[in-house]
């Protein structure tokens, strides 16, 4: 089918025949015929059975994306319009509210480097492989028109594939409109929460989407209780709890820009007598927070990704013992605990352990009221293990 073709060696390629979709460099045993970086090639086993087609790109270890399993479905415009029409599909069956979410999650849909997030009538996209981003814009069109065909206008499309790990596939870094410019501002709702979302400059694509039924559960807990959301980022524990009838709520985050939005949306729900901001380093606050007496009905520790990759797990799981420990310090006895991890290195079996240090070491005990991951917009595809990154608890903490 296409010029190119990549041998993998004899028992590798583990990932990709259990439903994975990736080659990695050290997997593959020859590449025949002329190709270039970002172009299609043929994928076959060792013994010239045929694996699939992909995109290769030599300049990274994560050398060959898969798009297709089957001979006879060519990379085209006909598959672009199948993957982008079954994605739409699911969260529609899946989802109890559009609105706002992940269109497309990469790998988990088929179409792997590539991320589109919908928020109220505009789109954002995260281009992150060569071989995807030559094929963005025909992906593009064809997810406008699927909308489209639902009666779903969209009136602006914003690039934001500005992320660091383009450069390891040998491609600049960008941002800027895809369509004709329009407010990069763009008010979105979610769980009746309103939101101002800035798409141009706000993290990722500007929204933490992966967290809306999490925060939807920690809002049943909240009626009049006192909340302390940490690492609130533009607010949303904090204003969930607040709209559910939270008596008061305080939201810390390091980042002023951060903080200053979480106000403007506080304010956009009227909710700004009973849900405020600190800006602040919260592995220094907890502390002060604990000495000065305080405590809390519910705490919220949504922090970053304390490791982007396997070498620095050591220090990240130091980072989350250390948070979950001040946390647990602050809740008071029979209230209730939400922690979470965003980092796929993380895995669940060693974030369980690392906070079941915590509660030993703050001397109390925890009963597990849920265990959730991320929202179903952004779905698990089991073999590709990247695509699995959320862990989130919810606990009633109770003292020794």
Known sequence: MYQATVTIKKGQGRTLKSGGMWIYDNEIDTIRGAFENGDLVNIEDFDGYFLGYGFINTKSKLTVRLMSRHKNQPVDRELLHKRVLQAWEYRKATMSDTGSCRMIFGEADFLPGLVVDKFSDVLVVESLALGIDRLKGQILEELVQVLEADGIRIRGIYERSDAKVRLQEGMERCKGFLSEPFDTRVEIVENGVHYYV???????????????????AIGRLCRDKKVLDCFTHTGSFALNAGINGAASVLGVDASMT???QAQENA?????????????ADVFELLPQLEARGESYDVVILDPPAFTKSRNSIKNAVKGYREINLRGLHLVRNGGFLATC???????????AKTIAEAARGAHRRLRQVEFRTQACDHPILWAADQSYYLKFYIFQVLED
């Open 341 to 351: 991890s965003c980092s796929h290195f993380m895995d669940p079996d060693l974030f």
């Open 258 to 260: 951060a903080v200053v």
């Open 198 to 216: 800035n798409v141009e400059d706000g993290q990722k694509t500007g929204f933490f989407l992966d967290q809306k039924y999490n925060r939807q």
């Open 267 to 279: 304010a956009l729900n009227h909710l700004e007598d009973r849900v405020t901001f600190q800006c």
